[in-house]
Every structure is written in structure tokens, then in C-alpha cells.
């Protein structure tokens, strides 16, 4: 977050010295102890939220009003209203990153999950949504305990991973937006505290409260002199409308989620926070959102002061109230909201408007409900924090995420009684705070991957290897000293925070400073091929490891969180079986000449940009998106597909287009909804675990087009389910397909159609072709 100003300066150090007293019981509206305030409309919880919303806000003077709309609230006395905190962080675990939340009280830690790019790799919405569920059973938790100003976590990241080097792509869900926006709805939904199906809020009620972020377009932070505050995302109709905004769709529409961040940059000069279409035309018009829209943090000043999208100070504040926006991280709303409306540039309505929405959420947590201790969420206190259950959900959660990348000649499991000696050789070997990634709190627990090494072979000796993870000084011969006196080697190299970041952009794929040559040189010098760990959040090139002989296995473990160095110990030696996949495309290092200022996802042949993501990359990989293997192997076959042959032109509304590659296609809003629905068909896959060992396996489920033309995918994930199969077992998956999503693509304008022609099922290395008839 940018603090660029001396006003929000001294609100992080007065929020600080308020944090270092002794933790209270949570603060709260409409006390029935208190008879001044139990008269008024907005305490009498018989009434919708709306009308009560409505009446409280009708209370407040301008300059009450204006305090509202910045995230530290200023309490209200005179209506007993207390202050609040919207800025809270909780995108892998409850964090102390935002003001909302701090750790000095009764409770000292929560429980800490991978880094959000791990979990995805198990591709288990399931999981997804328990560990959305335990963050926010926490942090309801730690709010109850007196710890938190707030319940608005500002989570999930939820923006597309198109470029490797970015700095942030560690706290997504990868780069496939069908993926990204189902992650976001299990885990809103967890948060939350819905059923993983949805539609069980008791009177929309809310556990704690997700935020969406950041809307939209967003995935640079700086690079080669630009940076994301003055960034204009130049995006196509059609990559906005398959690729960027499908996320953000699911997030709101099936996540329901109560808050969307607009993120800093422009998009095609707009700037997001001001973007009336964006924010009110499709969020609240065509998506129905219903919560807050809060900016990111200081997102309105820089419409003036980097952008200069407007001229004044006050036209920034009546751009963004205008365009739908309702609180400002940040101070900008503070101090020119009042100017603005007396330059009769902004309507007091926009700001009534924007509080109407605030106040509905605080609501909804049950903060104008009188005690909150007796109500809905008011008996989960200190111990459902850092709970053995959460513990061993991440332990779970870290267990399905590390992904096999290579393990030649079966060189994993290492055997636990044959290993009588081990080297543990890296930078990233000796370190906890490694494996928790960013935007973190306290861990529960806290171990290194020597430490759960250790744990299973006695005879473990230990080399950092380099001075530090830039590797610019490097111990080679110490290493190979300790290589070759062990029986195995495990290398445990990587990136971390230094390397990969908020705010700062990676320069190429590599792996930093001399950290390849450490490894080739233990590597030659070991008596057995050994193993590489990667502590990553962004692919890295690794050709040479791939290629290498004397690297038996590769794992890649992103940042795994509280329980990663023990997942990985078990792993390593056969305790646990890997089936995680890759969430995102692994590029070569030569993919830096390619801008990463450029937005397009498809490949321009004639200028040789080759696209991104697996969806459109048309160049060399170093590994696959869905790539990871197994100590066991699983083959698959399709039992049944209902229709293999789809008739869109028996809708009486559809009306087929030829395109310019003479092509016939109908339109998916020309359709209709109820023809769409009854078209669904499902595809039943059958999996056999073939191995010697239990294993839960993500099956993924592609469609690929016949013959690709311009502009369409290579193929495109349709659905994925994990399954939990013993040696020998086989199960039946059944997946419910949608032509109308499914089977349909952005065209130029934006608009989703469907084409004629053959398409591909496709699972592993079975394929099941069907048609689609217009």
C-alpha cells in the first residue's frame, strides 16, 4: 500500500500507540443499556438494512459525513456510533499488514496457510473454501477478543497472473481466469460464512467481510520505469471480456461477495476508482453487486497528483464518488470532499449515496445489532484461533499444493530407514519466514525445512550455501564438502520476498546471482542425483535442472506457509504423495524481451508476440500450466458424455453470424437464459490410481478447438475435481458442462458467442470429440 502523505503518516503512528493497550471487548453501535440511542430506527434490527442504513445516515451532519469515507472512521458520539477500521488484511491468514488488526493482546498468532499461488495447485475448491472459512472464523475471533478495529478483509487477490515476472502473482490463484474465479467464490464464501453452494447467509449476515481486489487489470507494479500508479492499461474488448473481468464476475455474482477494491492503474485512460462503467454500469448494474467499493490505498490522490486525470484535488473526489466509489484508503476524501461539494462539484447525494453502502455492511457484521457477544458469530472467541484443526488444514492445504516437477529414475521417496545421512544445502533451507510469502501475521508455528529434514534423519548436516537469497557470494566448496560425505542432497534455492513483491517487478526468470552455479556444483560432486526445492511464487527457468541428469527431482513448493517445511519433509520421504499442479505457465528466460506493459493475451504472429498464458502462448515452455506428477501414475478414460452433438439453432432468438473467416456463430445473450440452461450436458471421466500408493489427484478437464483459429484458445480449463484414491482405486468424476460458458468466446467487440465446428474433451491424454451445430 502507498503512505505517501504526513497526514496518513500520523494515522499509522497514532493506530500504532492506540494498539499497545490491553485489548477490550469490540466496540459496538445501539447498546440497549444506553436509552439514547434505542429510539432510533437505524437500532431497531425488525427493519430491513436498507431502511436502517438509510435513517442513520440521514442523522449525520456534512462534516460527519465526510469523516466516514476514509478507512479509519472516526467514531460518532452523539448517535453512539464507535470508530472504525475498513482496512484489514487476511489473504492467506488473518494479518496485521492493514490497521484493522494487531497481535499484542491475549491472542499472538493466527494460523498462517500457503501463500495463495500454492493452495491454487491443488486445484481443490473444497479446500479452497475450509480455508476461507477458518481465516474468517479467526478473524471474527480476533475481533471479538478486542484485537480488531474492523471485520473488512481486504482479500482475495483475484487478478489474473499474465506476466511471470510480476511481483504479486505469488498472492493469485494463477493465470486461468475460469480457475481464478472459482477460487474466489470458495473462498469469499468461507470467509464469509456461507455454505460452500451458497444461499446461506442468515439474513445476509456476514462472519467477516471479503473484498475483491483489485478491480481491474491489474498486474504490474514496476517495470522498467513504469510503475503501477501511473500505469494505462491498454486492454482489448475481447481480453477484457475473457480473461480480466471473469474473475471479478464470479467474485460478486456467485461469491456474493460485500466488497470490491478498484485497483490503481488506468484502463484505457480511465482511471479504475473513476470509472463509472466500471464500477456502477457492470459491478452494481449487470453484475448486481451488493457491498462496498473501497479504492486502494492512497488510488484517489494519484487521479491528480501522478495521473493527471484531474485537474483539482476536488475533481479526483467527485470522479471517483461519481463513478460509484465509496471510501477512500487513504485521505484524499477527508480533506477535499467538503471543497468539492461547495464548488458544486460533487452532490451531497454521491456522499449519501457512498455512506448508505458502508453503513449496510458494517450491519450486516452485526455491529448495530446491540452486544455482539450474544448474537450470530458472538461465541467464537480466542480458541477457534491457531486451533489444531486449522493447523492441520494448512498442514493439508501445503500437503496438495508442492508440486512434483521431476523425478527421474524414481529418486523420490527417499527411503527412511536407508538414508543414514542427509545435506541440506541453500538459502531458503534454514529459513521459516520464507515459507509465509507476504501480506502475513504471526504464524502459530513456526519451523524450517532443515528442522522437519532433521526430523527424519538424525545425521543432517547443514550449508547456507549462499550469503543470501540474491546469492551475490557463494560457499561452493564448503557445499560440496557436506554433499559429498551424505548419502542424498536436498538444495533448497528459490526467491523470496527481496526477489518478488509488492512494488517491485521481477527483471528476467532466472535464478538470482551465482544460486545455478551452487547447485551444478553440488550437484556433480553428490554420490547420488539430488534433490532441488524451489521457494517461488513466480516461475522460474530452470532448463538446466530440468535438463541435468545429476538433479534427480525437482519440487516446486511456492511459499507454503506455517506447515510447508513439514509438508515438504513428508513428501521428500514418502509420507505424503504430491499431486499438485501447476497454476500457472512456466516461461523461458527470453520471454523478458516481451513488454510487460503489453495487456494483449492473444499472439500477434505478424510482429512475433507470442501471447500469454497457456490459453494463447504459442512459444516454448519450461513447463506446462497443469503440469505435475506423482509417486503414482492415474489414466484415464470418459465413461459417458450425454450429447456430443449440440444443436444451437433450435432456439428460436438465435440469430447466426458469419464471420469473416467464414465461420457461423450465434451470440450467447442472443440465446437466451433458459435455452442455455436446458443445452447443459455432463461428461462423466473415470481415474485409476496405477501406483503403490494412496494419492489425491486433480483431474482436469480441457476443451480444445478443432481447428484454432485466430483469436482462439489452444485449449481452455472447463473443469477440475480432486479425488483422494487409494493404491489400485478407481473413481468416476462426473462434470457439469455449459456450452453458453463453456464452450463460448470473446469476439473483437467483446460480446460472448459460441462457433460451429468439432471440439475436443480433453482429459491427460484422452480426448472425447463433440460438435456444435448452428
Not at 548 to 559: D, M, R, T, V
Not at 739 to 744: A, E, G, Q, T
Amino acid at each position: 500500500m502507498r503512505l505517501h502523505n504526513q497526514i496518513f503518516f500520523l494515522i499509522c503512528i497514532a493506530t500504532f500507540f492506540l494498539h499497545q493497550v490491553e485489548s477490550t471487548q469490540p466496540p459496538y453501535s445501539c447498546d440497549s443499556s444506553n436509552p439514547s440511542t434505542e429510539s432510533f430506527p437505524f437500532c431497531n434490527t425488525t427493519l430491513p438494512i436498507d431502511q436502517r442504513a438509510s435513517d442513520l445516515v440521514s442523522r449525520l451532519t456534512l462534516d460527519e459525513k465526510i469523516s466516514q469515507l476514509v478507512n479509519t472512521a472516526p467514531a460518532i458520539p452523539r448517535l453512539g456510533i464507535p470508530a472504525y477500521e475498513w482496512w484489514s488484511e487476511a489473504l492467506h491468514g488473518v494479518a496485521d499488514g492493514g490497521f484493522g488488526v494487531h497481535f499484542n493482546g491475549p491472542i499472538q498468532s493466527a494460523t498462517s496457510f500457503p501463500q495463495v499461488i500454492l493452495t491454487a495447485a491443488s486445484f481443490d475448491a473444497h479446500l479452497w473454501y475450509h480455508i476461507g472459512r477458518a481465516i474468517g472464523r479467526e478473524a471474527r475471533g480476533v475481533y471479538n477478543e478486542g484485537q480488531a478495529q474492523g471485520m473488512t478483509f481486504w482479500a482475495p487477490n483475484i487478478n489474473v497472473f499474465r506476466d511471470p515476472r510480476w511481483g504479486r502473482g505469488q498472492e493469485t490463484p494463477g493465470e486461468d481466469p475460469l480457475m481464478t474465479g472459482k477460487y474466489s467464490v470458495s473462498y469469499v464464501r468461507g470467509v464469509q460464512g456461507d455454505s460452500f453452494k451458497g444461499g446461506k447467509l442468515k439474513d445476509g449476515r456476514l462472519q467477516a467481510s471479503a473484498c475483491c481486489k483489485h478491480f481491474t487489470a491489474y498486474d504490474l507494479d514496476s517495470w522498467n520505469g513504469v510503475d503501477r500508479f501511473g500505469f494505462d492499461a491498454l486492454v482489448t474488448k475481447q481480453d477484457l471480456a475473457d480473461t480480466y473481468q471473469p474473475p471479478f464476475q464470479s467474485c460478486i455474482q456467485q461469491g456474493r461477495a460485500s466488497g470490491i477494491m478498484c485497483a490503481y492503474n488506468r484502463v484505457n485512460g480511465v482511471p479504475n476508482c473513476a470509472d463509472y462503467n466500471l464500477l456502477s454500469n457492470t459491478a452494481r448494474g449487470l453484475w448486481d453487486f451488493q457491498g462496498y467499493v473501497v479504492s486502494d490505498c492512497d488510488a484517489v490522490s494519484i487521479i491528480h497528483d501522478n495521473q493527471g486525470y484531474a485537474k483539482l484535488p476536488e475533481d479526483a473526489v467527485a470522479d471517483v464518488l461519481k463513478a460509484g466509489m465509496d471510501v477512500n484508503c487513504g485521505s484524499y476524501l477527508k480533506n477535499y470532499t467538503k471543497s468539492a461539494i461547495e464548488m458544486k462539484k460533487l452532490p451531497e447525494s454521491e456522499v449519501d449515496r457512498a455512506l448508505h453502502n458502508l453503513f449496510s455492511v458494517r450491519m450486516r457484521l452485526g455491529l448495530f445489532n446491540g452486544n455482539p457477544s450474544n448474537l450470530l458469530f458472538g461465541d467464537i472467541g480466542p480458541n477457534q484461533v491457531c486451533t489444531q484443526e486449522h493447523q492441520d488444514l494448512a498442514l493439508e492445504a501445503a500437503r496438495n499444493g508442492i508440486v512434483l516437477l521431476k523425478n527421474s529414475n524414481k529418486l523420490l521417496p527417499l527411503s527412511k530407514t536407508k538414508t543414514m545421512s542427509l545435506a541440506v544445502i541453500g538459502p531458503n533451507a534454514n529459513t521459516a519466514k520464507t515459507l509465509i510469502g507476504n501480506y502475513f501475521g504471526p504464524p502459530c508455528k513456526s519451523i524450517t525445512p532443515l528442522q522437519a529434514l532433521q526430523g527424519y534423519v538424525k545425521n543432517t548436516r547443514y550449508q547456507q550455501g549462499c550469503n543470501a537469497v540474491n546469492c551475490t557470494f557463494v560457499s561452493i566448496s564448503k557445499s560440496v564438502v557436506i554433499a559429498k560425505a551424505a548419502d542424498y542432497v536436498v538444495l533448497v534455492m528459490g526467491l523470496d520476498q527481496t526477489e518478488e513483491r509488492e512494488g517491485h517487478d521481477r527483471k528476467d526468470l532466472l535464478l538470482p546471482g551465482r544460486q545455478q552455479r551452487l547447485i551444478m556444483s553440488v550437484a556433480k560432486a553428490a554420490k547420488e542425483p539430488v534433490v532441488l526445492v524451489l521457494l517461488c511464487g513466480g516461475p522460474v527457468d530452470i532448463t538446466f535442472a530440468k535438463d541435468e541428469p545429476k538433479i534427480g527431482s525437482i519440487l516446486w513448493a511456492g511459499y507454503p506457509g506455517e506447515a510447508g517445511a513439514i509438508a515438504l519433509a513428508e513428501i521428500i520421504f514418502g509420507d505424503h504423495n504430491p499431486g499438485g499442479k501447476l497454476p500457472i505457465t512456466w516461461y523461458p528466460s527470453d520471454f523478458i524481451k516481451v513488454p510487460m506493459t503489453d495487456m494483449r493475451m492473444r499472439p500477434d504472429p505478424s510482429s512475433g508476440y507470442p501471447g500469454r498464458t497457456y490459453r494463447f502462448y504459442t512459444g516454448t515452455k519450461v513447463f506446462e500450466f497443469g503440469y505435475g506428477l506423482s509417486y503414482s501414475t492415474y489414466s484415464y478414460e470418459f465413461v459417458s458424455v450425454t450429447q456430443n452433438k449440440l444443436y444451437l439453432n433450435q432456439s428460436s432468438t438465435a440469430q447466426v453470424v458469419e464471420s469473416s473467416e467464414s465461420i457461423s456463430h450465434v451470440s450467447v445473450s442472443a440465446l437466451g437464459m433458459k435455452f442455455c440452461k436446458n443445452m447443459k450436458f455432463s461428461a462423466t471421466v473415470g481415474v485409476k490410481n496405477e501406483g503403490e500408493m494412496t494419492g489425491k489427484h486433480p483431474v482436469l478437464l480441457f476443451v480444445r478447438q478443432a481447428k484454432q483459429r485466430n483469436g482462439s484458445p489452444t485449449k481452455q480449463l472447463v473443469g477440475f475435481k480432486s479425488v483422494s484414491l487409494n493404491a489400485g482405486e478407481r473413481a468416476e468424476i462426473e462434470f457439469s458442462l455449459k456450452p453458453c460458458k463453456h464452450l463460448s468466446g470473446a469476439n473483437e467487440d467483446g460480446s460472448m458467442v459460441i462457433e460451429e465446428g468439432s471440439r475436443f474433451l480433453v482429459v491427460g491424454d484422452k480426448e472425447y470429440p463433440i460438435s456444435v451445430v448452428v
